[in-house]
């Protein structure tokens, strides 16, 4: 297998660094969108919110950010869940667990922001795994 | 004449996808990109662009992958480009549709953008060879 380049390693690492720097800021986003459903609960909200969530898993993923990810991929199952649902869950009963996944994911993205604001990190991999 | 690989129209929404995926294939393998973040970008920038290859993200927001592959379709540029879809929910029946649309094959989401250019290469190797 053909070794990566420095060149290419350190061009990847400043994207990366710039990608989390803004990692608290997208995941409120996320945040801001279970907000409104809770003022109105509709389609179109839950919509924007899987939306939101299916981004942040992917572009967290490639980024290398792999606890992100997991937090976003699991808020995105439980929206692709209630959208996919026959019966639309009623809003007491999702409010809970969307704030609960939405938390997490806050958190997950808080500390990927804080563990990269620590020393020694040259040399990491962009595409590595979280250390979680 | 056999075609080359220079020239990539690149449609995903997401713009820190967009940053990456567009510094993977032109910095690291050398293409020409262009990217567009919607299917409506897509289908404006294509007869210009006249690319060689489309990437095209399977869910969007608006008229997802496989739509806008159809629309593109109708462009005479780009009628018979060929296309490669990216997407996060690889099925083995989504893959074969994909097929039937007449892509080249299928890039699983998350990508590693150290290899992304590679894997291009290599699905418009088994294309052209």
């Known amino acids: 297998m ?5 060149t290419h390693i350190e061009q990847l690492n400043v994207l990366r660094e710039r990608y989390v720097r803004d990692l608290p800021d997208k995941a409120r986003v996320v945040e801001e ?9 509709d389609r179109d909200g ?13 572009s967290a993923a490639i980024y290398g950010f792999a606890a992100v990810s997991e937090a976003a991929s699991s808020l995105e199952l439980l929206v692709n869940a209630a959208l996919e649902s026959a019966a639309p869950p009623a809003p007491s009963d999702m409010l809970a667990p ?9 958190r997950a993205a808080v500390d990927e922001q804080l563990r990269s604001l620590r020393p020694s990190r040259k040399g990491r991999s962009p595409t590595a795994q979280s250390e979680n | ?7 990539i129209l690149l449609v995903e929404d997401d713009p820190d996808i967009q940053i990456v995926a567009s510094l993977a294939l032109s910095q690291f393998g050398g293409f020409t990109v262009q990217v567009s973040g919607s299917a409506g970008e897509a289908l404006r920038a294509a007869p210009a662009f006249a690319p060689d290859l489309i990437l095209l993200d399977v ?3 608006g008229m997802d992958g496989p739509s806008t592959l159809q629309a593109l379709r109708e462009i005479p540029a780009v009628t018979a480009t060929p296309v490669i879809f990216m997407t996060a929910k690889i099925l083995p029946q989504e893959v074969a549709q994909y097929r039937e649309l007449g892509s080249l094959g ?7 953008p150290t290899t992304l250019a ?8 088994e294309h052209h060879d």
């Open chain 1, 33 to 41: 969108a279970v907000d409104a459903l809770e003022l109105r609960w």
């Open chain 2, 118 to 125: 590679e894997r291009v290469r290599e699905l418009w190797r």
């Open chain 1, 2 to 6: 053909t070794k990566t380049p420095d």
């Open chain 1, 98 to 106: 969307l704030r609960e996944r939405t938390t997490a994911l806050v």
């Open chain 1, 46 to 58: 839950l919509d924007t919110l899987h939306h939101l969530a299916h981004r942040l898993a992917g």
């Open chain 2, 106 to 112: 299928v890039i699983a989401k998350p990508f590693d």
């Open chain 2, 1 to 7: 004449m056999e075609r080359t690989l220079e020239r």
């Open chain 2, 59 to 61: 869910m969007m927001p």
